[in-house]
């Protein structure tokens, strides 16, 4: 099982960044799939989240309505469109998926250990 993350970068405050996560090893479109993000010296804070068959999605009140998590299960990648970003919106991004198909992580239980698979992360900065 292997998850790669790509996009991030330096942004200014109030522009848009697009991540991707390609999923390989796993039966993507069973799965759930999570944005997670660690910024420095912070906890582990859960994004966004998204159905297998990317039906509902389900966002952290601090990206509602600035991001947009959506999934292409024939390409087995999934993505974040960040727009109006904000200097608190720094830090690594990650994307996970739980060990089994059809699984939910509760977005309280934000631990490595409760994922089957989790991505290298990619960095973004929001600066001026």
């Known amino acids: 099982v292997q998850l790669q993350a790509s996009g991030g970068g330096l942004v200014q405050p109030g522009g848009s960044l697009r991540l991707s996560c390609a999923g390989s090893?796993?039966?993507?479109?069973?799965?759930?799939m999570y944005w997670i993000r660690q910024a420095p010296g912070k906890e582990l804070e859960w994004v966004a989240m998204?159905?297998?068959?990317?039906?509902?999605?389900y966002y952290s009140d601090s990206v509602k309505g600035r991001f947009t998590i959506s999934r292409d299960n024939a390409k087995n990648t999934l993505y974040l469109q960040m727009n109006s970003l904000k200097s608190e919106d720094t830090g690594v991004y990650y994307c996970a998926t739980p060990r089994k198909p059809d699984t939910v992580v509760a977005v309280t239980d934000m631990r490595r250990s409760s994922f089957g698979s989790w991505g290298q992360g990619t960095l973004v900065t929001v600066s001026s």
């Open positions: 998204i159905e297998p068959d990317a039906s509902r999605d």
């Open positions: 090893g796993f039966p993507f479109s069973t799965h759930w």
